[in-house]
């Protein structure tokens, strides 16, 4: 689930930029909005060098949380990912409860090849949050997890979630199809499959085959 656009949606808080110059809080909230601008349009560096700097002045208005998330978003895409974790651990001293910031951790541990981190912090994310609109990629990332450590009913657990949020999810049938043949249900492993097919499934004769090679071991 790599770099999904959903785990790093920004709200755009629109603001009159101030004519005045000076290194007040007000001013370092318009330099925010302009680095946030910056980051819609793709211009990473520009973004972080504006939002950086709205950090070295020091928001007033504008949210703390949201000034750490959003430079955790722009050093992801700038691939410096142990930058991007610790901006969204800063964004999470501010705000414990932010679903947005637990979520993006996740991904960005997952980058470092920290799976152990990332899966706490999808985790966590559920916990505050169990049906956010990013939710089903979590579900979907701990399912994905739980088929390669061979636990196949831990995997249905979450993939029966995912699959209740987004019951048009290609993905999400194609990891069910496979946990259930884990687990000896053969017939679900069956609808699933179908259903991934139906659904336009990118890789369904890999898939396939990989259910072939289950259920032959069983």
């Known amino acids: 689930m790599k770099k999904k656009s959903g785990v790093f949606l920004i709200s755009v808080i629109i603001l009159i930029l101030a004519a005045a110059t000076g290194c007040s809080g007000r001013k370092a909230d318009d330099i925010a909005v302009e680095g946030i601008r910056e980051f819609e349009k793709g211009n990473y560096a520009q973004a972080l060098e504006k939002l950086r700097l709205a950090e070295e002045y020091g928001v007033d208005e504008f949210s703390e949380e949201k ?15 142990q930058g991007s974790i610790d901006a969204y651990l800063t964004a999470i001293d501010v705000n414990p409860g932010s679903f947005d910031s637990w979520a993006s951790l996740g991904v960005a541990y997952r980058e470092t090849g920290d799976n152990e981190k990332a899966d706490e912090a999808y985790e966590k994310a559920l916990s505050l949050d169990p049906e956010d609109e990013t939710s089903v990629l979590l579900y979907d990332n701990l399912g994905y997890k739980y088929i390669t450590e061979n636990k196949p009913f831990h995997a249905i657990k979450y993939l029966e979630k995912a699959e209740e949020l987004s019951p048009e999810n290609a993905a999400t049938y ?40 289950i259920k032959a071991d069983r």
């Open 67 to 81: 000034l750490y998330f959003s430079i955790g978003g722009v050093l992801f895409r700038l691939e410096d990912y």
């Open 174 to 213: 194609g990891l069910l199809s496979m946990a259930y043949a884990m687990g000896y249900e053969y017939e679900k492993s069956d609808e699933a499959f179908q259903k991934a097919e139906e659904l336009g499934y990118s890789q369904i004769e890999t898939l396939s085959e990989r259910i072939r090679e």
